[in-house]
T-cell receptor, first 114, second 113 residues
Framework: AQSVTQPDIHITVSEGASLELRCNYS??????LFWYVQSPGQGLQLLLKYFSGDTLVQGIKGFEAEFKRSQSSFNLRKPSVHWSDAAEYFCAVGADSSASKIIFGSGTRLSIRP | NAGVMQNPRHLVRRRGQEARLRCSPMKGHSHVYWYRQLPEEGLKFMVYLQKENIIDESGMPKERFSAEFPKEGPSILRIQQVVRGDSAAYFC???????????FGSGTQLSVL
């Protein structure tokens, strides 16, 4: 069965510091992988997705993620965070791109220290 | 170009009452998805609808929950005889085609007293 784990419930980083949010998945074949961001009071917004090809994926807002099959991971990174990046981040996995089949992780809340 | 609109933003109901949550998809989108987010959890898929059709309701509880997406008007998620465990954020998303990029609304926070 598919599953996705975000080990960190809450992370605080200083503005300007680098960021890495962890995501591990369980799936038999090559999964479809997504990162979404949820700002306070807002719906989810897709940051990036991986289906195939280059394992380093560039997304919006300066984020990137790397698919590592050997580690079953799809960690999200940003070299320098901004205060506006404070939000909840969700990793998601699916057998395909079907919205009804996507499994979301429990999220990581990112706080930014001034 | 309005995004996905959900109303109300907040809905308070007493146990046993009915809750009706509305979702207007983005203009031109005919695919609507409903998700539920419990505290400290990720979104859980509930139901996928196209105009006048339920395509996949595998995530919907078997009782008290129903959804529709009529030919005209918004999609409605209806919860009858609400219980405290129904308290959650309910998100709607829409897409232009099946399996295309999802656009999410800002959700309805349902609180059951």
């Amino acid at each position: 069965a598919q599953s996705v784990t975000q080990p960190d419930i809450h992370i605080t980083v200083s503005e300007g510091a680098s960021l890495e949010l962890r995501c591990n998945y369980s799936y038999g074949a090559t999964p479809y992988l997504f990162w979404y961001v949820q700002s306070p009071g807002q719906g989810l917004q897709l940051l990036l997705k991986y289906f195939s090809g280059d394992t380093l994926v560039q997304g919006i807002k300066g984020f990137e993620a790397e698919f590592k099959r050997s580690q079953s991971s799809f960690n999200l990174r940003k070299p320098s965070v901004h205060w506006s990046d404070a939000a909840e981040y969700f990793c998601a996995v699916g057998a395909d791109s079907s919205a009804s089949k996507i499994i979301f992780g429990s999220g990581t809340r990112l706080s930014i220290r001034p | 170009n309005a995004g996905v609109m959900q109303n109300p933003r907040h809905l308070v109901r007493r146990r046993g009452q009915e809750a009706r949550l509305r979702c207007s998809p983005m203009k031109g989108h005919s695919h609507v998805y409903w998700y539920r987010q419990l505290p400290e959890e990720g979104l859980k898929f509930m139901v996928y609808l196209q105009k006048e059709n339920i395509i996949d309701e595998s995530g919907m509880p078997k009782e008290r929950f129903s959804a529709e997406f009529p030919k005209e008007g918004p999609s409605i998620l209806r919860i009858q005889q609400v219980v405290r465990g129904d308290s959650a954020a309910y998100f709607c998303a829409s897409s232009l085609w099946e399996n295309e990029k999802l656009f999410f609304g800002s959700g309805t926070q349902l609180s059951v007293l």
